[in-house]
């Protein structure tokens, strides 16, 4: 399993989203968390694919891509509750 987050680097929400993956990546160092911008191709597509409409976006996915749990907005969910899925 992976996390993936989607948000705007140059945002008003930027420094909550990436203190939130340092820490949730200090608390599990075999983590597998990946910070995507959505100012790239790759960022966009991501979230197009799994029809984001509000950001930041956390994406719990299998490693087959398939979507486990989203958490949409502003509001960041619990680490405990994102890092069960940063473990194979």
Do not use: C
């Not at 820490?23 to 599990?28: I, P, V």
């Not at 990946?34 to 100012?39: A, I, P, R």
């Amino acid at each position: 399993m992976k996390v993936v987050v989607l948000y705007r680097p140059n945002s008003e929400h930027a420094r909550r989203v990436e203190e939130f993956v340092e820490e949730l990546t200090r608390r599990n160092h075999d983590s597998k968390v990946e910070l995507v911008s959505l100012n790239t191709r790759d960022g966009s597509a991501t979230a197009s694919l799994y029809d984001v409409m509000q950001y930041p976006a956390i994406l719990a996915l299998r490693n087959d891509g398939q979507l486990l749990k989203e958490w949409e907005g502003s509001t960041m969910p619990l680490l405990n509750e994102v890092s069960y899925y940063t473990h194979e």
